[in-house]
Every structure is written in structure tokens, then in C-alpha cells.
């Protein structure tokens, strides 16, 4: 059982390039997300997906684009790569714990990302 | 804008002392997450508590919930050099599938 599976673990970029961070979880999750980490900042959430074909908007979606045409999984592209957006990112993955709506994630070991 | 704040935001203790954090957040919640994250490591899960509960124990782990002050402490007891890590609060309020994440406690456990 690999979990959730990030790729890829180290990406250098200029300003303008366009690139996709991929995800893939073998847990059958409905949920998935995507999170970006910066230092004094913690974990901010950008995009997240209740299943397949479904995808909204979390705290800092601008500049980022998802889709999920699977349950496995959950790319995340930048159009045009800006210096902002140097981060570490983590997937999660979730399904949804009983009637109280916990919601337990699953990540992956991170992306990081340099934009020059 | 951050649903939980942690406080301290850096801790450090010699191995076998007790380590306390804590967690404040803004809005009500329907539960409440504590995560750990080793350096240069993805989030683990460690415990969640209920709005309904107010205190959880998991093995050395002890966390309670206070709804009315809007705050959440995790203890660590007997703590060891292995525990060094940054600790994060989670919440759920209102869209369970939006968990959101306060800033963390960087800890260091001093062998």
C-alpha cells in the first residue's frame, strides 16, 4: 500500500513555465487536496476535491488549476509559474469518519518547488 | 486567513520532561486534529477529538478541548529526542472536507 504519492519531490522552475505536480493515492478516498507550506505560515489549502469531477476552491486558489478525473488522482498545474510560489506543497489524501464529518488526511511526502 | 493559531511557536525540553501546546481558533468547530510533521517530512496524523469530547489519551498523547474558550492543548509526556518535530492543530468547521491548519509548534526534545 503506497499511500499517497507525490511527484515530483524536487522542481526548479522560471518565471513563466508552466508545470504539473502530480498525485496519485491508492486508498479508494473520495477526498483529496491540495496544501502549500510556508515558512511562519503552516499549511494553506488551495484547491480540494469531494470526488470525481468535483473540485472547489480552498484559501489561495490564484495562479493554480486542478482536476479530478479519477478517484486516484488529484494533479495540481501552474500555468505560469511566478517567484511566489516557491513552496513546499502536500497532497492529502481523506475519506469522511461517520456522521460528524471527521475528516482524517493522509499526506504525501511534499513537493518542493523553486520559482527563479 | 488561519483557523488556528499555536502557541508557543518554538519549544524546547530535556528528554523525559512533559511538553504542553496549545491551540486557539476562531470559529466553531465540529472537530479538532493535532498532526505531527518531521523535518522535511510530509503530516502525520497523531489524534482528533470530537466537539462532544473534551478529553482524548492516546498512548503518551493527551489532548483536551475547551468549545467555550475556542482552544485545544496537546500534551506529550515523557518526551523523547524521537518526538522532535513540528505539531500542528487541525480543524474542521462547517465543509468537513476543508481541514484547515494552524501555524505549529517547532519542538525540540534535547537528549
Known amino acids: 500500500n503506497a499511500g499517497v504519492t507525490q511527484t515530483p519531490k524536487f522542481q526548479v522552475l522560471k518565471t513563466g513555465q508552466s508545470m504539473t505536480l502530480q498525485c496519485a493515492q491508492d486508498?479508494?478516498?473520495?477526498?483529496m487536496s491540495w496544501y502549500r507550506q510556508d515558512p511562519g505560515m503552516g499549511l494553506r489549502l488551495i484547491h480540494y476535491s469531494v470526488g470525481a469531477g468535483i473540485t472547489d476552491q480552498g484559501e489561495v486558489p490564484n495562479g493554480y488549476n486542478v482536476s479530478r478525473s479519477t478517484t486516484e488522482d488529484f494533479p495540481l498545474r501552474l500555468l505560469s509559474a511566478a517567484p511566489s510560489q516557491t513552496s513546499v506543497y502536500f497532497c492529502a489524501s481523506s475519506y469522511s469518519q461517520g456522521s460528524s464529518g471527521a475528516n482524517v488526511l493522509t499526506f504525501g511526502a511534499g513537493s518542493r518547488l523553486t520559482v527563479l | 486567513s488561519q483557523q488556528g493559531e499555536e502557541d508557543p511557536q518554538a519549544l524546547s525540553i530535556q528528554e523525559g520532561e512533559n511538553a504542553t501546546m496549545n491551540c486557539s481558533y476562531k470559529t466553531s468547530i465540529n472537530n479538532l486534529q493535532w498532526y505531527r510533521q518531521n523535518s522535511g517530512r510530509g503530516l502525520v496524523h497523531l489524534i482528533l477529538i470530537r466537539s462532544n469530547e473534551r478529553e482524548k489519551h492516546s498512548g503518551r498523547l493527551r489532548v483536551t478541548l475547551d468549545t467555550s474558550k475556542k482552544s485545544s492543548s496537546l500534551l506529550i509526556t515523557a518526551s523523547r529526542a524521537a518526538d522532535t518535530a513540528s505539531y500542528f492543530c487541525a480543524t474542521n468547521s462547517g465543509g468537513y472536507q476543508k481541514v484547515t491548519f494552524g501555524i505549529g509548534t517547532k519542538l525540540q526534545v534535547i537528549p
Open positions: 486508498m479508494n478516498h473520495e477526498y
